[in-house]
């Protein structure tokens, strides 16, 4: 049976994952990382706030806050007869079909990347929330990639530790968080 299949709602904190189908790689070459990135600001930062991510060769992890529906709504007027659930699916689902289909291509494979469906889990407290970043920041470390999760160079909190200026997160309201 399918887990974590439930829409993702407006206001709401979401831990995102998902890994390559059978375990598979996601990431072949830096370029990779780059366009999901890319992929990240023009799918979906339209309809979430980012507050951590990490990209592994062959998963990912979000953490994200799910717009007002006032905010979906004002991105997608000709939607307004859809529930606003759907479209955050939709919009997800365009991201990674957009990011499989480039894979495809340049890697002349066919098929499914991804695992279906993409998991999620609703933070629903500050603590659920301060420990899910935390967790996502140091999956490199779980994973035996390095030692201190701060080297890690496809994760946000290389970025922001290193001060580099990304418009997909919500530095902010990371700090904010994080303070509190």
């Given at each position: 049976m399918k887990k974590n299949i439930y829409p993702l709602e407006a206001e709401c904190f979401y831990h995102i994952f998902?890994?390559?189908?059978?375990?598979?790689?996601?990431?072949?070459?830096?370029?990779?990382?780059h366009y999901f990135i890319k992929l990240m600001k023009s799918k979906i930062s339209c309809i979430v706030d980012i507050y951590a991510y990490c990209l592994l060769k062959n998963h990912f992890h979000f953490l994200v806050k799910i717009k007002s529906e006032q905010e979906i709504r004002r991105m997608f007027p000709q939607k307004d007869t859809i529930e606003?659930?759907?479209?955050?699916?939709?919009?997800?689902?365009?991201m990674f079909n957009s990011y499989t289909q480039a894979i495809n291509k340049h890697y002349g494979r066919t098929g499914k990347l991804f695992e279906l469906p993409f998991r999620r889990k609703l933070i629903s407290t500050h603590e659920q929330l301060i420990n899910t970043i935390h967790y996502i920041h140091n999956n490199p470390v779980k994973h035996g990639i390095t030692m201190n999760p701060e080297n890690y160079c496809h994760s946000s909190l290389f970025t922001i530790k290193n001060g580099i200026d990304d418009p997909l997160l919500s530095l902010e309201a990371i700090k904010a968080l994080l303070e509190n």
């Open positions: 998902n890994r390559g189908i059978n375990s598979q790689r996601l990431f072949f070459d830096d370029r990779n990382y606003v659930s759907k479209i955050i699916s939709q919009q997800f689902s365009n």
